[in-house]
């Protein structure tokens, strides 16, 4: 006769409880193993957020790149035309922009003043940047082309020069040079930021007609993708040195710290998944060994329900099913474990953690299916037990 499925679940129930002691063991083997991979995948998880909240926090990743100094009046000057030689042939740049720092100059408004780093910028600052404006409007077409005499101004500048009053509009005076401020540019800025005392930009244009020189100082080039900033930054180099036969380029990035960090991070996780691979490995030949004693011990209870009509199948479904069992709760109880531990070390140490279905779902996938994998020979081989042997065994 043919066990119904509830039935077939009690009768699972009872063999677990009725030898507490191999249950535990079994649960153990799971729950180490479970406990290893969740607790790899919470980290690669955070890991994966601190690198996130700490490229948000600062500027876009970007490359700088400019002559190497070799000796007064030696090294070249860039131009407009070195940013368009780039934007032709750089395949994997987002944007590229030109500056030329000016330096930190007195800024004056009415009886307030500030000491800004002062630059003069391309068009495509904001996309290489990544900053966003604040207020107001960023320098055209007609800024450039007219040499008009306006500025932006960072969050910084803002407050210090005009309080809670509207920037836009009004008039700054920079070396006695009147300047309207057109837009506010909200920066991001970090406790490491060498420009504490807030940045004005003006326009390239403008500064050259003011100094009686147009050239910049350096280059900036946004990749299309973070993992692309190397190839990117040496192909620029090299187009750079083509370029300008003899004369040797500098570049560097902005979050060379952070691919480091990343990097070593990767590295951490590998190894803690490797460590969690092996720990389930480990359970799985724990829950195979335990079930194949349990087939030894067992052989008189198999005998016995294969001669009152028990199938090949029933039996074999009630050894994976108790492994399951398992499995399930040992799973069960290093997740929650994990998840408990991993929310009280990102509370201490302010690290970035959410609760992730997904690895939940994957922890306990491989929970069943080691525990269903180790379980399935040792079930197979009480199946296939002659039931008049299994008896005589008794």
Do not use: C
Not at 25 to 43: K, P, Q, R
Not at 223 to 252: C, M
Not at 368 to 373: D, E, F, I, N
Request: net charge neutral; proline share 3%; hydrophobic share 45%.
């Amino acid at each position: 006769m043919s066990l119904a499925a509830r039935d077939l679940l009690a009768l699972t129930l009872r063999s677990l409880t009725s030898n507490p002691l191999r249950s535990l063991l079994t649960t153990v083997g799971i729950f180490m193993g479970v406990a290893s991979v969740s607790a790899t995948l919470n980290v690669g998880s955070i890991s994966r957020a601190v690198i996130a909240r700490q490229l948000a926090a600062q500027e876009a990743p970007q490359i700088t790149t400019l002559p190497e100094w070799t000796g007064f009046d030696s090294r070249i000057r860039l131009n407009q035309g070195d940013i368009t030689y780039l934007e032709q042939r750089l395949s994997g740049a987002a944007a590229v922009s030109g500056l030329q720092w000016v330096g930190s100059i007195a800024v004056l408004f009415r009886d307030r003043d500030a000491k800004p780093q002062v630059v003069a910028i391309s068009q495509a600052y904001l996309k290489t940047s990544g900053n966003r404006l604040q207020a107001g409007r960023f320098l055209t077409n007609a800024d450039f082309d007219s040499f008009r005499p306006v500025a932006l101004i960072d969050q910084v500048v803002s407050q210090t020069l005009f309080k809670a009053e509207s920037p836009i509009g009004q008039q700054i005076y920079l070396n006695r040079q009147p300047l309207t401020v057109v837009g506010v540019i909200e920066r991001r800025i970090d406790a490491d930021d060498m420009d504490q005392d807030g940045m004005l930009f003006l326009s390239l244009a403008f500064q050259g007609a003011m100094s009686g020189d147009r050239a910049m100082n350096a280059i900036k080039i946004r990749p299309r993708q973070l993992e692309s900033l190397n190839q990117v930054s040496d192909q620029a180099k090299q187009l750079l040195e083509q370029r300008y036969p003899g004369q040797q380029f500098y570049a560097w990035n902005n979050v060379e710290d952070i691919l480091r960090q990343q990097e070593i991070l990767t590295l951490a996780s590998r190894a803690l998944a490797a460590v969690g691979v092996v720990s389930l490995l480990v359970g799985g030949v724990g829950i195979a060994n335990i079930m194949i004693a349990a087939v030894t011990e067992r052989t008189a209870e198999i005998g016995i329900r294969r001669a009152i009509g028990a199938t090949q199948s029933e039996i074999m479904v009630q050894f994976i099913l108790e492994a399951a069992l398992l499995s399930i709760v040992g799973g069960s109880v290093a997740i929650a474990s994990i998840h408990g531990l991993t929310l009280l070390v990102a509370n201490q140490f302010d690290l970035p953690y959410r609760f992730d279905p997904h690895t939940t779902t994957l922890a306990m996938g491989s929970a069943l299916l080691v525990g269903v994998g180790a379980s399935f020979l040792p079930a197979l081989r009480a199946s296939r037990l002659d039931p008049v042997a299994a008896l005589r065994s008794e």
